[in-house]
């Protein structure tokens, strides 16, 4: 099944991911934390999904968002949400990234949160970084989340966060295979995708003119470790599932 279908399949349920613990107090804070000041600046939101990224940044002083989501039912809830509370500024195209063409202005950021792990190979990563280099200001930041390159499935404690992620045995030409299920209520959800190596990332952004390419951790905010408590988190920390990227055009 390719990316389009399974998450065409998801719709409004995916709004659900962000308020599993992983993602409310680890992926949410840590990627808008890195992220940083956005005030006065334009952001092209890849595989933005219902647009949480794109409003979000809106709020946060934003001047103009557009982003792009390969699932026209993505696309659709995040269009429905924009009717319901209106930010203005906010636009949403179905699209796939590695066809994205020369868009009609350049972008101060661009935002690709499990995106490119999304390609169907190596080529397919470096067209996608191609041409979100393109449609970036000369400086202009690109700023990844995806899968942890080298994690090794060891993260014991990984379902009290919210998820579950499992090897398929298979391996893709760019890296291992996985399931990551969000463990939702009342139905979980199972995504399948690859997870790129290190050096796949870095040889495709490399390759398409990005440069400062920069690692940066996964961490938990202030609010997670006053709602759970330190040690709840020591798992997630000694073996994240997630890792970020920087890097400037």
């Excluded at 002083?61 to 209106?86: K, L, Q, Y």
């Excluded at 992620?165 to 990551?180: D, H, I, L, S």
Aim: charged share 30%; net charge negative; glycine share 10%.
């Amino acid at each position: 099944m390719g990316v389009r279908q399974q998450y065409d399949g998801i719709g409004e349920a995916f709004e659900g991911f962000k308020s599993l613990p992983l993602m409310r107090y680890g992926e949410v804070p840590s990627f808008l934390g890195m992220v940083g000041d956005v005030t006065g600046r334009s952001v092209l939101d890849l595989a933005c999904g219902t647009g949480f990224y794109s409003r979000e940044l809106r709020r946060r002083g934003a001047t103009e968002v557009f982003g792009v989501d390969i699932s026209g039912e993505m696309i659709a809830a995040a269009r429905d949400s924009e009717r319901r509370e209106p930010l203005g500024g906010v636009r949403y195209e179905v699209g796939d990234v590695a066809e994205l063409p020369l868009l009609e202005r350049k972008y101060d950021i661009a935002l690709g949160v499990q995106c490119l792990n999304y390609a169907e190979d190596i080529a397919g990563i470096e067209r996608m970084c191609r041409r979100i280099h393109r449609n970036l200001k000369p400086g202009g930041e690109f700023f990844v989340l995806a899968q942890r390159p080298d994690y090794r499935f060891d993260c014991a404690s990984l379902p009290a966060y919210g998820f579950r992620c499992e090897p398929t045995g298979e391996e893709a030409e760019a890296g291992p295979r996985v399931r990551v299920t969000a463990l939702l209520d009342p139905e979980p959800i199972s995504i399948l995708g690859t997870v790129p190596r290190r050096e796949v990332y870095e040889e495709c952004l490399r390759a398409a003119g990005f440069r400062d390419v920069e690692w940066v951790p996964l961490s938990v905010s202030q609010a997670g470790v006053e709602k759970y408590g330190e040690d709840f988190w020591a798992d997630l920390l000694a073996h994240p599932p997630l890792v970020m990227l920087r890097c400037r055009a």
